[in-house]
């Protein structure tokens, strides 16, 4: 009888954590009317915040909330910001920047995620101002817009990190749902604006990081692959390889290779590309994200345990590599040595000369590129591997450490310097 009681108490007290540590499954941003951000208001219920206002940091940033089964928790809250940045259009030219947060991040006020979007955010706009100077136009008006989902399901400590599987199968479900839509609106109002002919173009950039990079990825990998063949009706000739918006960036995507192998065979079996070929899809790994390099490994071991595999050879435009399929499957994409395409690196005692890319020479910079030939971007330097055919526009690269030094640490001043100049290249007329 006592021990039956114990045993009553300890899964009543286990049930009472669990309860207790469930992450909050609501909307944070319930306020869909426009904020200025103030000493005296921080805005932290609004969906629609408008920062620094009349300053050269200004930017507006916007919350788009998504449950955990990929639906929008609001479709009034996608529509408020969608109507926004169509009356910011009707004036001025745009950049949007959309970020998708990984696992244990939020749209909860006060994420930290949310702080370093707005960092990066403001140090664009102040960009965005001084490039107005120097080109004699009007500045881009800056725009965030901060994709939240459950990105933690269980607060309690320690706990929290054995829902990597549940977690990563609710990236996929926000990927292959509601969060198309939303991607696919904003893409539209950067198209609109840009047919009207403004003296400067607007932009469009994804970016996902973690489990958000498999969101993004999910969400965009059938479009891109749709447009990089481009099958329209009507059709009389080949073009270059189109993507989605200006530039799709993966930020430490805690996803498997093998779902990347399909876009990698995609644009190496095409031998040569157009001079005016230009990056469409960008995935920057750490070389000590130990987080998608140790712990992604050993989550996929045990989801993919049962799963057969086989080894994939291949030897488009006599550029051979061997695909074992399960290594691929266990692996972040990132870390996957045969899919590698560039690394990234310091700047720091180059002796060979290289191409320099910055905002006066970036129309022709990328036709120069050669096989295992260097770019400087600024204060890094980009190292094409030998491994793909020259102006590939899908970019797997490896980082270095200086530059990314762990897993969360995706908005160095170097690393956004870099992705600035690689957007500014992707979209130049």
Same mark, same amino acid.
Request: some cysteine.
């Given at each position: 009888?006592?021990?039956?009681?114990?045993?009553?108490?300890? =899964?009543?007290?286990?049930?009472?954590?669990?309860?207790?540590?469930?992450?909050?499954?609501?909307?944070?941003? !319930?306020?869909?009317?426009?904020?200025?951000?103030?000493?005296?208001? /921080?805005? !932290?219920q609004?969906?629609?915040? @408008?920062?620094?206002?009349?300053?050269?940091?200004?930017?507006?940033?916007?919350?788009?909330?998504?449950?955990?089964?990929?639906?929008?928790?609001?479709?009034?809250?996608?529509?408020?910001?969608?109507?926004?940045?169509?009356?910011?259009?009707?004036?001025d030219?745009i950049?949007i920047?959309?970020?998708?947060?990984? =696992?244990?991040?939020?749209?909860?006020?006060?994420?930290?995620?949310?702080?370093?979007?707005?960092?990066?955010? !403001?140090?664009?706009?102040?960009?965005?101002?001084?490039?107005?100077?120097?080109?004699?136009?009007?500045?881009?008006k800056?725009?965030?817009?901060?994709?939240? =989902?459950?990105?933690?399901?269980?607060?309690?400590?320690?706990?929290?990190?054995?829902?990597?599987?549940?977690r990563?199968?609710?990236?996929?479900?926000?990927?292959?749902?509601?969060?198309?839509?939303?991607?696919?609106?904003?893409?539209?109002?950067?198209?609109? @604006?840009?047919?009207?002919?403004?003296?400067?173009?607007?932009?469009?950039?994804?970016?996902?990081?973690?489990?958000?990079?498999?969101?993004?990825?999910?969400?965009?990998?059938?479009?891109?692959?749709?447009?990089?063949?481009?099958?329209?009706?009507? @059709?009389?000739?080949?073009?270059?390889?189109?993507?989605?918006?200006?530039?799709?960036v993966?930020?430490?995507?805690?996803?498997?290779?093998?779902?990347?192998?399909?876009?990698?065979?995609?644009?190496?079996?095409?031998?040569?590309?157009?001079?005016?070929?230009?990056?469409?899809?960008?995935?920057?790994?750490?070389?000590?994200?130990?987080?998608? @390099?140790?712990?992604?490994?050993?989550?996929?071991?045990?989801?993919?345990?049962? /799963?057969?595999?086989?080894?994939?050879?291949?030897?488009?435009?006599?550029?051979?590599?061997?695909?074992?399929?399960?290594?691929?499957?266990?692996?972040?994409?990132?870390?996957?040595?045969?899919?590698?395409?560039?690394?990234?690196?310091p700047?720091a005692?180059?002796?060979?000369?290289?191409?320099v890319?910055?905002?006066?020479?970036?129309?022709?910079? =990328?036709?120069?590129?050669?096989k295992?030939?260097?770019?400087?971007?600024?204060?890094?330097?980009?190292?094409?591997?030998?491994?793909?055919?020259?102006?590939?526009?899908?970019?797997?690269?490896?980082?270095?450490?200086?530059?990314?030094?762990?897993?969360?640490?995706?908005?160095?001043?170097?690393?956004?310097?870099?992705?600035?100049?690689?957007?500014?290249?992707?979209?130049?007329?």
């Amino acid at each position: 009888m006592v021990g039956q009681t114990k045993m009553t108490l300890f =899964w009543t007290l286990a049930i009472q954590l669990l309860v207790t540590g469930c992450a909050y499954d609501g909307i944070y941003r !319930s306020d869909y009317n426009p904020c200025v951000v103030s000493t005296a208001s /921080e805005c !932290s219920q609004h969906s629609l915040q @408008k920062h620094h206002v009349g300053t050269d940091q200004e930017f507006l940033l916007g919350f788009v909330e998504i449950d955990d089964q990929g639906q929008l928790r609001d479709r009034a809250q996608m529509r408020a910001l969608i109507d926004s940045l169509y009356q910011i259009a009707v004036d001025d030219s745009i950049v949007i920047n959309v970020f998708v947060h990984g =696992w244990h991040h939020n749209a909860r006020p006060g994420d930290p995620n949310i702080e370093s979007f707005k960092g990066a955010l !403001s140090r664009l706009s102040r960009i965005e101002h001084d490039l107005s100077l120097t080109k004699h136009t009007a500045s881009r008006k800056v725009v965030g817009v901060y994709v939240g =989902w459950r990105g933690e399901s269980i607060t309690l400590p320690g706990i929290n990190y054995l829902t990597f599987w549940d977690r990563k199968g609710t990236a996929q479900e926000v990927g292959h749902r509601g969060i198309t839509e939303l991607f696919l609106n904003l893409e539209e109002i950067a198209n609109v @604006k840009n047919a009207l002919s403004p003296p400067i173009k607007s932009r469009l950039v994804l970016m996902g990081h973690s489990f958000g990079g498999a969101v993004v990825y999910s969400a965009t990998s059938q479009i891109l692959a749709s447009r990089f063949i481009d099958t329209r009706a009507g @059709k009389s000739y080949v073009d270059t390889a189109k993507g989605f918006g200006d530039l799709v960036v993966l930020l430490n995507p805690a996803f498997e290779a093998l779902s990347y192998a399909p876009s990698y065979d995609l644009a190496q079996a095409r031998c040569s590309y157009f001079d005016n070929q230009v990056p469409r899809l960008a995935i920057l790994t750490s070389e000590a994200d130990y987080a998608t @390099k140790l712990a992604f490994p050993a989550g996929q071991a045990v989801s993919t345990f049962f /799963e057969t595999h086989d080894t994939v050879e291949r030897n488009d435009c006599n550029l051979p590599y061997s695909l074992d399929e399960g290594a691929a499957d266990r692996s972040a994409v990132g870390h996957f040595e045969p899919l590698l395409s560039h690394t990234l690196t310091p700047l720091a005692g180059q002796t060979q000369p290289m191409a320099v890319v910055n905002y006066g020479t970036m129309k022709n910079i =990328w036709s120069t590129q050669t096989k295992g030939g260097s770019t400087q971007f600024g204060s890094t330097v980009l190292t094409h591997l030998n491994k793909t055919t020259p102006r590939n526009p899908y970019l797997n690269i490896r980082v270095d450490k200086t530059l990314i030094a762990d897993h969360n640490d995706v908005f160095g001043g170097r690393v956004m310097d870099f992705l600035r100049l690689l957007v500014e290249m992707s979209t130049t007329d």
